[in-house]
T-cell receptor, first 114, second 113 residues
Framework: DQQVKQNSPSLSVQEGRISILNCDYTNSMFDYFLWYKKYPAEGPTFLISISSIKDKNEDGRFTVFLNKSAKHLSLHIVPSQPGDSAVYFC?????????????FGTGTRLKVLA | ETGVTQTPRHLVMGMTNKKSLKCEQH?????MYWYKQSAKKPLELMFV???????ENNSVPSRFSPECPNSSHLFLHLHTLQPEDSALYLC????????????FGPGTRLTVT
């Protein structure tokens, strides 16, 4: 049973508009979340993170929102650029429980159309 | 070389072959990881080494054998693999096992025929 789910395998967005990528989790012990971006033929690269003590974290065009009651997080990219086209993975860990390993979602492929 | 490198980038092997995947990190990190990414599945953690000691082994079949001779190098020895082992194998490192961020290599695309 997948503990971290990204239910949309793909998403297309027009350049300049907002991209919203969603991630749901089932384990209430998860307290730290990451988003990674992956280009073809490259490894995933860290994008942004959020701790469960926050509900929002912003870094430039990227904002991650966390809704603990719904066990849902989302990544907003505004404005979207063609260079943002990649696969985005969310990952979660239960650090306060001493579990440092991350559980990953299956990824969402974002295509930003010029 | 900077970051995390992996060789080879592509590998095709028969079920009776023995091969090894190599990972090297140039970041001075103390923890290294092997992940497996199969098509339409999430990244699965296989092994974790911290200061050259294995700290995680996620029920991986014995046909996969990791080796960490020092904190900069990590190997994955493969023997008598099955076609379902075809996947992208990613290596990662982090400053410590408890660090928040992991740095990934580009991966080895493995095909078992």
């Amino acid at each position: 049973d997948q503990q971290v789910k990204q239910n949309s395998p793909s998403l297309s967005v027009q350049e300049g508009r907002i991209s919203i990528l969603n991630c749901d989790y089932t384990n209430s012990m998860f307290d730290y979340f990451l988003w990674y971006k992956k280009y073809p033929a490259e490894g995933p690269t860290f994008l942004i993170s959020i701790s469960s003590i926050k509900d929002k974290n912003e870094d430039g065009r990227f904002t991650v929102f966390l809704n603990k009651s719904a066990k849902h997080l989302s990544l907003h990219i505004v404005p979207s650029q063609p260079g943002d086209s990649a696969v985005y993975f969310c990952a979660a860990s239960a650090r306060n429980s001493g579990t440092y390993k991350y559980i990953f979602g299956t990824g969402t492929r974002l295509k930003v159309l010029a | 070389e900077t970051g995390v490198t992996q060789t080879p980038r592509h590998l095709v092997m028969g079920m009776t072959n023995k091969k090894s995947l190599k990972c090297e990190q140039h970041l001075g990190h103390n923890a290294m990881y092997w992940y497996k990414q199969s098509a339409k599945k999430p990244l699965e953690l296989m092994f974790v080494y911290s200061l050259e000691e294995r700290v995680e082994n996620n029920s991986v079949p014995s046909r996969f054998s990791p080796e960490c001779p020092n904190s900069s190098h990590l190997f994955l020895h493969l023997h008598t693999l099955q076609p379902e082992d075809s996947a992208l194998y990613l290596c990662a490192s982090s400053q410590e096992f408890s660090s928040y961020e992991q740095y990934f290599g580009p991966g080895t695309r493995l095909t078992v025929t």
